[in-house]
């Protein structure tokens, strides 16, 4: 089944401490984004790329890293720099347009830092 | 930057009962889509409207997009407890960023028998 695998599904850490969360894709599909979701509130954008190799600041980049290496791998890194890094991290996949069948989400990951 | 608002925050509605959820963004959308968000879950794609006032309809579920192309609404008509969770709308710029959808601050209904 084509999908989007986001790993580990929890995650602690301890705060100073970088970490970083997998996201895999197997849709073919040319775009990879990060959004981060705090309880209660919407969806927002960390960074997102619509190519191998290439990749742009969301709404909120800061203390976040990413890499593009492949099609299918869209790893996000949040670093000690990110003041408030606890948060449901979703990672999302689409065409590169995005207007076919919308966004496919992965099922998420609770990063809590203690 | 571009902001789209959902309302209202939050509905409590007994089952069977209707349900409207409304999306204004502050600038003219090229399309806007809608997810579903059930309670420790992800969003999933339930639809995309990119006509000026497109009306479409997905069993109990209506969706329309205004005629200038800034609000969206989505109706539930008689509500069952698997409707629960959050609805997200999500727009796109007419110019610009493509791919890039902007999520609105999303509705989250309660139903209760």
């Known amino acids: 089944d084509g999908g989007i695998t986001q790993s580990p599904k929890y995650l602690f850490r301890k705060e100073g401490q970088n970490v970083t969360l997998s996201c895999e894709q197997n849709?073919?599909?040319?775009?990879m984004y990060w959004y981060r979701q705090d309880p209660g509130q919407g969806l927002r954008l960390i960074y997102y790329?619509?190519?191998?190799?290439?990749?742009q600041k969301g709404d909120i980049a800061e203390g976040y890293s990413v890499s593009r290496e492949k099609k299918e791998s869209f790893p996000l890194t949040v670093t000690s720099a990110q003041k408030n890094p606890t948060a449901f991290y979703l990672c999302?996949?689409?065409?590169?347009?995005?207007?076919?069948?919308?966004?496919?989400f992965g099922s998420g990951t609770r990063l809590t830092v203690v | 930057g571009q902001q789209v608002m959902q309302i209202p925050q939050y509905q409590h509605v007994q089952e069977g009962e209707d349900f409207t959820t409304y999306c204004n963004s502050s600038?003219?959308?090229?399309?806007i889509q809608w997810y579903k968000q059930r309670p420790g879950g992800h969003p999933v794609f339930l639809i995309q409207?990119?006509?000026?006032?497109e009306v479409k309809k997905q069993k109990r579920l209506t969706f329309q997009f205004g005629e200038a192309k800034k609000n969206s609404s989505l109706h539930i008509t008689a509500t069952q407890t698997t409707d629960v969770g959050t609805y997200f709308c999500?727009?796109?710029?007419?110019?610009?960023?493509?791919?890039?959808?902007?999520f609105g601050t999303g509705t989250r209904l309660q139903v209760t028998l």
């Open positions: 409207l990119v006509k000026s006032g």
């Open positions: 790329s619509q190519i191998v190799n290439d990749f």
């Open positions: 600038t003219t959308l090229s399309n």
């Open positions: 999302a996949s689409s065409t590169r347009t995005g207007t076919d069948y919308g966004y496919t």
């Open positions: 999500a727009g796109r710029l007419s110019t610009g960023t493509a791919s890039k959808l902007t």
């Open positions: 849709l073919n599909h040319d775009a």
